[in-house]
């Protein structure tokens, strides 16, 4: 089977090395690609967001999969086309991929399926936006109603900072959703759908703000680790029947089967449950340690879903391993990220025993040196016995890493490797 994968970050690096991996894949090429993918695999510079450049690409490479990684690709009909052309493909239609496109929607499935999540009022104006803000107190919780990779959303115990946010949405022409506040760990589950059936991956956790002691602003993810040792007994499968399932009988029943990864972002509060957001693609960077573990053949798993075959694939298997991904970011990420900086120091850490290199995003400059051309750089993942040995491991390679003005967080896995972790539930 010949692979095409679409994207340009450090999720698609991961997928890319778990499918050259399947020994039922003979060929992987990717476009954009990064200057990690390139070190792996074929790369083509092509458009990913059109359609028809996708379409034509996989067609010359023969592609018998095609596997989507980012939302934007996703809402602007890539899988539509390639759907159309005949070809397999890995991710949701632009209809499907509403699920993440607009928390409207995605509120407005909820409430038809019954998935637990925060109360919310969509508002259009600074009037609108005041009035929910006081009916749900603080902290507050203002969303861009649109896709900002994750920095769209201010959670704030500052009401004039909520109001702000909404009104540059609103200055922008977009609408924003207004919620009352989760608390309570949060958890990512990636579920595996062919629009009618599904299979969970193994859970991990994502690190969203850009300091230790998550302060600062809402990046994209600055690490993760999985599996999660604290999660209550059942939660897979809670998870699967209370949220995925209805979710995809859902869309599955209004017309629009939902094929490709349901990525379920959900808070464990005192009172259960509850869906924070849904995402219509893998998460960066949580993609990175889940995938490190995971033993099963990706392309044949991915395969089944884009042929709706999902319910004949065998019990996935893991690694007994626990991993943990440290995200390396540049100066002023994620205000104004600076690029261009020379990165060294990755075949050493990618040399060390259970340590992986990523790339998001690198290039290649005219002196064939690697540098940074992103916000996030690279993940650097390592895999230990347990949560201690992981994180050394991680922490080993990022320290071989060298990048003027790099920023990473020290904390990622921390509290969870000491126990520290706890989901507290009320009766009810
Ligand atoms: P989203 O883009 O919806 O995933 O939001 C980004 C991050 O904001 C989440 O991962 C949470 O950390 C935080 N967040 C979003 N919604 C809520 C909420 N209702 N309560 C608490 N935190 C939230
Ligand atoms: N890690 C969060 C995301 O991929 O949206």
């Known amino acids: ?32 690609g990064n200057a990690g993918i390139a070190r792996d695999v074929p790369v083509h510079a092509i458009n990913a ?20 990684g980012p939302e934007a690709p996703l809402a602007a009909g890539v899988a539509d086309a390639l759907q159309q052309a005949g070809i397999p493909v890995f991710g949701p239609t632009r209809a499907a991929a509403q699920l993440e496109a607009s928390k409207a929607f ?29 009916a749900f107190g603080a902290p507050y919780v203002v969303k861009d109603d649109g896709l900002a990779a994750g920095k769209g959303v201010v959670v704030t ?26 608390d309570g760990p949060e958890v990512s589950l990636f579920v595996i759908s062919d629009g009618h059936h599904a299979v969970p991956l193994a859970p991990a956790q994502d690190f969203k703000r850009i300091f230790d002691g998550d302060e600062g602003p809402n990046t994209g993810g600055m690490g ?29 029943d209004r017309g629009t089967p939902f094929t490709g990864v349901l990525y379920c972002g959900l808070a464990l509060t005192r009172r259960g449950i509850r869906v924070i957001e849904f995402n219509a693609r893998f998460g960066d960077p949580e993609t990175q340690a889940v995938l490190a573990r995971l033993q099963t053949p990706l392309g044949s798993l991915l395969l089944a879903a884009a042929n709706g075959t999902l319910d004949a694939v065998e019990p996935l298997t893991w690694r007994s391993e626990t991993a943990v991904g440290v995200v390396l970011a540049s100066a002023r990420y994620p205000d104004s990220p600076v690029t261009g900086d020379v990165i060294t120091g990755l075949d050493e850490a990618a040399a060390l025993e259970g ?23 690279l993940a650097v993942v390592g895999l230990g016995e ?11 390679g990022v320290g071989k890493i060298g990048l003027a003005g790099g920023q990473y967080r020290t904390d990622i896995a921390l509290r969870a490797s000491q126990g520290r972790i706890a989901v507290e539930l009320e009766e009810n």
């Open 386 to 396: 347990d949560l201690v040995a992981a994180r050394e491991r991680a922490y080993a």
């Open 106 to 134: 995605a509120k407005e499935i909820m409430a038809v399926a019954g998935v637990p999540t925060a109360m919310a009022r969509v508002a259009t104006d600074a009037a609108e936006a005041a009035d929910a803000l006081d």
């Open 157 to 182: 115990q500052d009401r004039d900072a909520a109001l702000a946010h909404a009104e540059e949405c609103f200055a922008a022409g977009g609408s924003v959703v207004i919620e009352e506040f989760l």
């Open 1 to 32: 089977m010949k692979v095409l994968v679409i994207g340009p970050g450090g999720r698609e690096h991961a997928l890319v090395r778990s499918l050259r991996d399947d020994p039922f894949v003979t060929e992987v090429h990717a476009a954009p």
């Open 355 to 377: 340590v992986s290199v990523l790339h998001a995003g690198t290039a290649v400059d005219d002196a064939g040196a690697t540098v940074s051309a992103g916000g996030r750089v």
């Open 49 to 68: 967001q059109d359609p028809a450049a996708v379409v034509a690409l996989a067609r010359d490479l023969g592609s018998s999969l095609v596997v989507v």
């Open 224 to 252: 993760a680790y999985s599996p999660l040792q604290w999660l209550p007994a059942g939660f897979v499968e809670d998870v699967m029947d209370r949220v995925a399932m209805p979710t995809i009988t859902a869309m599955a």
